[in-house]
């Protein structure tokens, strides 16, 4: 005989967070921090939200206001993904993130079902290779994208690179890349066989790495393009996404613009795409 167990009563404080009390509130189900400045979490997912992997939504909490404080945040799961994640800054006196980095699993926010952006795959012609240039939390979308067949499906190969300043601002992508080439579920989904077109460079700024150095100069030197044993960027072949900081995305447009690439958009696809409601570092 199974012996029955009594069921555990609700606290308050569980009763509360079961409530939905925010407008568009979604639950918080899993939180990581990984240092001072940067975290990432998965909530619910609405049943309604359907997303193009690379997009973004608007998410947040109540402010002090009593209004929603909201910023753009990209998708950084997949489009397949029952819940969403999000990687995200920790700014101490920012309105949102000074509330945001204190969440944890149970709790809610607020989050608006209808999600937009240039960082998709209907912004881009078709080619040979694609290039996600990402600096800090601006590796999100290409998390998304990471983890998309279609990805692997439209493109030879897959290059995703990032930089940060110090080393520990790289695990998110590090761990990220490992799942790809580890998960059995992600494996299966992806193909065995597509997994190999995948090539990961991270490089920092500060700190010392294995690789060191802006991207921009890498670029410039021809240094990227050596160590990965690709030939330069080519308008017939190459085709890109850049997420990161306002200045890094001027950086790497003017570069892409000088080796041919031109700028492209959802009602008009080119060479490569920029996102431009990346979240900084105010938010």
Not at 7 to 30: C, F
Not at 142 to 158: G, H, I, M, N, Q
Not at 235 to 258: H, Y
Request: aromatic share 8%; net charge negative; hydrophobic share 35%.
């Amino acid at each position: 005989m199974t012996q029955m167990t009594e069921p555990s009563p609700v606290t308050e404080i569980q009763a509360a967070r079961a409530t939905p009390a925010l407008p568009d509130a979604q639950t918080v189900t899993e939180v990581q921090h990984y240092t001072d400045r940067l975290f990432r979490f998965r909530c619910t997912r609405p049943q309604s939200l359907r997303f193009r992997s690379g997009e973004f939504v608007m998410i947040g909490l109540m402010g002090d206001n009593g209004k929603p404080l909201l910023r753009a945040y990209s998708i950084a799961s997949p489009s397949w993904d029952d819940e969403l994640e999000f990687y995200s800054i920790k700014v101490p006196d920012g309105p949102l993130t000074s509330k945001l980095q204190h969440i944890a699993a149970g709790d809610q926010i607020i989050l608006r079902p209808k999600p937009v952006g240039t960082l998709v795959h209907d912004a881009l012609l078709p080619g040979k290779r694609i290039w996600f240039f990402a600096t800090g939390t601006g590796f999100a979308p290409f998390a998304s994208l990471l983890r998309d067949p279609e990805t692997y499906e439209k493109f030879d190969e897959v290059v995703i690179t990032h930089t940060c300043r110090e080393v520990a601002e790289l695990t998110y992508g590090a761990e990220l890349i490992e799942s790809i080439r580890t998960d059995e579920l992600l494996q299966e989904l992806i193909g065995a066989d597509h997994l190999a077109k995948l090539k990961y460079y991270p490089t920092t700024t500060r700190e010392q790495s294995p690789k060191m150095g802006r991207i921009t100069t890498l670029i410039e030197t021809g240094e990227l393009f050596e160590d990965l044993g690709v030939p330069p960027l080519d308008p017939d072949t190459d085709r890109a996404m850049i997420c990161g900081s306002l200045g890094f995305n001027i950086d790497v447009k003017a570069l892409l613009e000088q080796a041919g690439l031109r700028e492209g958009a959802n009602s008009e696809p080119r060479e490569f795409v920029v996102e431009k409601a990346f979240v900084g570092d105010g938010i």
